[in-house]
């Protein structure tokens, strides 16, 4: 059963990895832009493309699944991925290639924080390394 402290928890928790989250992308849009990208709009974009990924996602599998069949989950991931450069476009004032930058060099950045804190911390987010290095 879901109680008011547990709730809170919750927000707060999803708010906490939401701007964790974004550090990615803002280091990787500040190094796309010239120094142009700001936090806000890194935070923007990565909830933003959260939302609309999952939502072509959703909207695309169920649409083509009844066309297509199993091969619709593929063109999902294809169409949710464009999508979300969509976003990194519009919230960062880029081109598609730029758009493109920022995502490919938000993973890299990310994996570097992540064997990081694994390193230093000894936590993963997610625990995408359960082995020690």
């Given amino acids: 059963m879901a109680t008011i402290s547990n709730v809170i928890i919750t927000i707060v928790g999803l708010i906490i990895l939401w701007i964790i989250a974004s550090i990615p992308a803002y ?19 990565t909830l933003g493309g959260t939302i609309i990924y999952g939502i072509v ?27 979300w450069l969509a976003v990194y476009r519009a919230s960062f004032d880029t081109g598609w290639l730029g758009a493109l930058a920022i995502a490919v060099l938000s993973v890299f950045v990310f994996l570097i924080l992540n064997i990081l804190l694994g390193s230093l911390f000894g936590v993963a987010l997610p625990d995408l390394f359960p082995f020690s290095f």
Avoid: D
């Fill in 57 to 83: 996602l959703i909207g695309v599998t169920l649409f083509l699944g009844t066309l297509i069949g199993a091969s619709a989950g593929f063109w999902a991931l294809i169409l949710g991925f464009i999508a």
């Fill in 27 to 45: 280091l990787a849009g500040k190094a796309v832009t010239g120094g142009k990208a700001s936090f806000s709009q890194a935070m923007g974009a």
